[in-house]
């Protein structure tokens, strides 16, 4: 069965920086774009970063574009979320998605079957 798993949230200081993974098992990872999405409390979830599935297409929030870096190692079935300059207003659970291709770009949310569990991300100020 498929499986995402994210790690390496936590708790920074505004300006600080941190370094997602999500781990992919079951799947063809390598066939699947990826992606990011966010949530925060009362707020509906929304996407942070989206990979095509050779990585040679990004998609990046507005939000967050020139602040974070998504990537992905297919030989590790690893993608990851380097975010920089962190801001209170990046607080959210963080959740990885995969899809075995997607319809339209870039993918929303309602594009990706499979989901992890989520890592919280907490910027103070």
């Known amino acids: 069965r498929v499986q995402l798993l994210e790690s390496g949230g936590g708790s920074v200081q505004a300006g600080g920086s941190l370094r997602l993974s999500c781990a992919a098992s079951?799947?063809?990872?390598?066939?699947?774009?990826m992606g990011w999405f966010r949530q925060a409390p009362g707020k509906q979830r929304e996407g942070v970063a989206v990979i095509s599935t050779r990585g040679a297409s990004t998609y990046y929030n507005d939000s967050v574009e020139g602040r974070v870096t998504i990537s992905r190692d297919n030989a590790k079935n690893t993608m990851f979320l380097q975010m920089n300059s962190l801001k209170p207003e990046d607080t959210a659970m963080y959740y990885c998605a995969a899809n075995p291709g997607v319809s339209r770009w870039p993918p929303t949310s309602a594009d990706f079957g499979d989901w992890g569990q989520g890592t919280q991300v907490t910027v103070s100020s």
């Open positions: 079951g799947i063809t990872f390598s066939q699947y774009v």
